[in-house]
């Protein structure tokens, strides 16, 4: 089973820049990022293949980039202008599909989380 940490949530302004990280135990095709705020579903934010192609919810795409360094099993979510709904726990997932469809079902593992609020 692949094992995934994420760091990088804070609490920031409106309009401020946070820069999350998720390493991973192993290698996986597709790596993809998901959020959750209070009350709500949880929510895909974008997802990464092993070739660097990305795909991202309309909420975030211009201002959220995912990247993947495939040497360390790493994977980063590089988030600017942050909006007040943006809070939400952000989790690292693995072992998943990059089509178009795919959505948190189709990722077998998941991180713990990390949270990030931003205040107006």
């Known amino acids: 089973q692949v094992h995934l940490v994420e760091s990088g949530g804070d609490s920031v302004q409106a309009g401020g820049s946070l820069r999350l990280s998720c390493e991973a135990s192993e290698y996986s095709y597709c790596m993809g990022w998901f959020r959750q705020a209070p009350g709500k579903e949880r929510e895909e934010v974008g997802k990464i293949d092993v070739d660097g192609i990305t795909t991202y919810s309309d909420s975030v795409k211009s201002r959220f980039t995912i990247s993947r360094d495939n040497a360390k099993n790493t994977l980063t979510l590089q988030m600017h202008n942050l909006k007040p709904e943006d809070t939400s726990m952000y989790y690292c997932?693995?072992?998943?599909?990059?089509?178009?469809?795919?959505?948190?079902?189709?990722?077998?593992?998941w991180g713990q989380g990390t949270q990030v609020t931003v205040s107006s």
């Open positions: 997932a693995a072992d998943g599909w990059c089509g178009v469809e795919a959505g948190e079902a189709d990722f077998g593992y």
